[in-house]
């Protein structure tokens, strides 16, 4: 076969692969923007946890219950807002400054367990794994919950940060963090603002406290290991600095 042929038919690939990619984007764009008027009745994440669950214990286990936003308490927004994305009412979906610090951290972890590698004796078995930092905004966790899959690579990566432009671009700070709130994890099994205020504290999302809504935010980073650890004293702690910023911490309207 040609050059010629070998170049037309490689060029033909790049096309289609660049009209599926396309058409993958408008997809997107189409349920993203449906989601102005429609409540989302699951996330992605949320059906692989339920596949997760129903694999390992042989039942779903799944506790959510939509609530419109003027009914979660605006003190768990404010400490959501102050523990996750303290830059959410001005980014436009992706905060680049805190994903170059986070990449500039994880390269200094990386640097360090390496170099604690090379000194540690070979009897002391496999050294630890350094803690991966992120700098997803909210809307970014939104995007990837709702439409990605778990997997950590460089294209899913990509995609997470062009959702997160698309929410930003077709829904309103307000919503983003509406259906962020009624869908983020809380817990083995535990979705959204109702939910957890149900399970911790048996009041209402409209209901809870500041000092509720502190504890809740701080959980949202490791939700299953805060939840057998519900008074450790990273939370106790953690949960007092971020109530702390709660008043500075202005809603989207």
Known sequence: MSRSVWKTHALRLIALVALCTLALQLVFAGRIALMAVVDPQSTSFQRSEAWRLAVEQQRIRWNQQWVDGERISPHLKRAVIASEDGGFIDHGGVDWEAIEKAWERNERAEA??????????????????????????????????????????????????????????????????????????????????????????????????????????????????????PSSPYLLSRSATILARMNDVELPK
């Open 112 to 229: 360090r367990a390496q170099a604690q590698a090379e000194k540690a004796p070979a009897r002391q078995g496999r050294p630890a794994v350094p803690k991966i930092v992120g700098g997803s905004t909210i809307t970014q966790q939104l995007a990837k919950n709702l439409l990605l899959s778990g997997e950590r690579t460089v294209l899913r990566k990509a995609q997470e940060l062009v959702l997160a432009i698309m929410l930003e671009g077709l829904l309103s700070k307000e919503r983003i963090l509406e259906i962020y709130l009624n869908n983020v994890e809380w817990g083995e099994g535990v979705f959204g603002a109702q939910a957890a205020a149900r399970h911790y504290f048996r009041v209402d999302a409209a209901q809870l406290a500041p000092h509720q809504a502190a504890r809740l935010a701080v959980m949202l980073p490791a939700p299953k290991r805060f939840e057998k650890r």
